[in-house]
């Protein structure tokens, strides 16, 4: 009986998805007056866009208040992020360019707070036949790591470093049976950081290579259901050994690791999209002073359309993080995130969302007077509203909250940031 309520149900939802797919089309044609156009060079269209953002923070260093020798410090800031988009307008294949900024310039103690971060990508797609083709991506990042970070506590100003992905795969069904395999491949390049003291932090020691092919193998039960497998395989290579946070112990950070994952896609047209996996990790260091990491993990990703004017994302992952912390070989984090969008009227959109993450450090921070693992909860969220004026211009403001509740004394920290944005783009 319940199994028969059960498929009456999902009939049911297939069902209304139908219709209300329809109406879906119908809302986003009158949303359409809105949205970028850009302008056609050959069969390329160009997307230039240009953002000012005035932003508030109460904690630009995000330190513990219960700090009294270090307070934490507020400030404003103003964005500049200048960014430009070509993409092919082909009948089959695909090429696509992308550049953005983001320049910051903040009013208090600018020497320590300021950055310049910019982002390049190039993604293509090779169509081979019906379902199977080759895609790729190749992208470099000049960018800053989070002041929030353990592993640039001591650093006086951010920590800079460029970040170069390069990945191929390729996709083939036959039948009911998909393959996905291929590999990416990312280089981290750090830059010392200058500190009070006067030796710099020798962050420059972190830079490494990491390495992961991946296979995927699906099978579709049915239409909008497939059952698979993924197997993949981490290797990080480092150039030297690592200090702890620039400064302290050097560790031989190398390791390789797998993860093996079972799962089921779902894509109900319009209504629901989801992908959900479930599997076993595991991750073996060169240096005998760090342990091996293993255990269970998985990711799901849920999108979620109860009405045509609002989506739902949600999402959930558990993996292992790259550290610098004395005697940790690595951060097994599990997160949860959850985003709200509704289209209050054609061109006046809320947001509200928030997420969760708790890091368990794998061995206690050596020197500490903490002689147990470290763990840190770290939860925000945040509310906004954006207003478009027409396609070329708009403006959104947003509310942010941060807080880290952790076990080591003085680590954690809780900051408010408030922004205001204006856009134009053609």
Known sequence: MYKRKLLVLIISLCTVNTSWATDRKIVDRQTAQYLQQGKYIGSFILLPSFDIAETYNSNIFYTDKINKSNPPKSSYATHYKPGIALQSDWNRHSLGFKFDADIAQYVTLPDQTNYNDFHTLLKSKLDVVRDSYFDGTIAYNSIHENRFSPDQTLGKGPTLYDNAFVDAFYTHKFNRISLNTGINATDFSYQDVPTDGGEPLKMSSRNHREYLPSVRVGYEIQPGYEAFVK??????????????????????????????LGGMAFDLTDLLSADISFGYLQRSYVDPQLKNISG??????LKWRPTMLTTISGKLSRDINETTQSGVSGVLAT?????????????????????????????YVVGSSNQKNRVDNMLSFNVGAKYMLNRYFSSDISYNYQNRDTNYKGSGYQGDTIMLNIRGQY
């Open 231 to 260: 197997f993949l395989y981490k290797q990080a290579q480092y150039d030297t050994k690592v200090f702890t946070n620039g400064l302290g112990t050097a560790y031989d950070r190398n390791s390789t690791g797998y993860n093996f």
């Open 296 to 301: 269970i993990n998985g990711f799901i990703n």
């Open 335 to 363: 997160g949860f995130g959850l985003d709200i969008d509704h289209e209050l009227l054609r061109n006046v959109h809320l947001m509200a969302g928030g997420s969760f993450s708790n890091n368990g450090y794998q061995g």
